[in-house]
């Protein structure tokens, strides 16, 4: 079995988790404009793929049950999603 308190704990881990905000960023980029066709957003469509990038982002702490970890992992996911919100503005200000 994996030593997930480990890996979670790592450098390596936060390398990866960067490198998935950067790539969950730019995916969230691209699907917000094509959700858009003859002037209608399909909301619902975009939901369903924000639910399912939050379930991956959250995966993590279905692997350990430290208290300390899941603390540890809920303030680093905090600031995932501020990593995300920050590229999307540098994008749009890069756009405009």
């Known amino acids: 079995m994996a030593d997930w308190n480990s890996f979670l704990r790592s450098d390596d881990f936060r390398?990866?988790?960067?490198k998935q905000v950067e790539?969950?960023?730019?995916h969230i980029q691209q699907m917000s404009r094509q959700s858009v066709t003859n002037g209608k957003v399909d909301l619902a469509s975009l939901q369903g793929k924000l639910e399912m990038i939050r379930h991956f982002l959250r995966l993590p702490e279905s692997l350990t049950q430290d208290k300390e970890l899941l603390e540890l992992l809920s303030v680093q996911m905090d600031e995932d999603a501020a990593g995300i919100t920050q590229y999307l503005i540098r994008q749009a200000l890069a756009e405009g």
Do not use: C, T
């Not at 790539?23 to 730019?26: E, T």
């Open 15 to 18: 390398a990866y988790r960067k």
């Open 23 to 26: 790539m969950v960023s730019a």
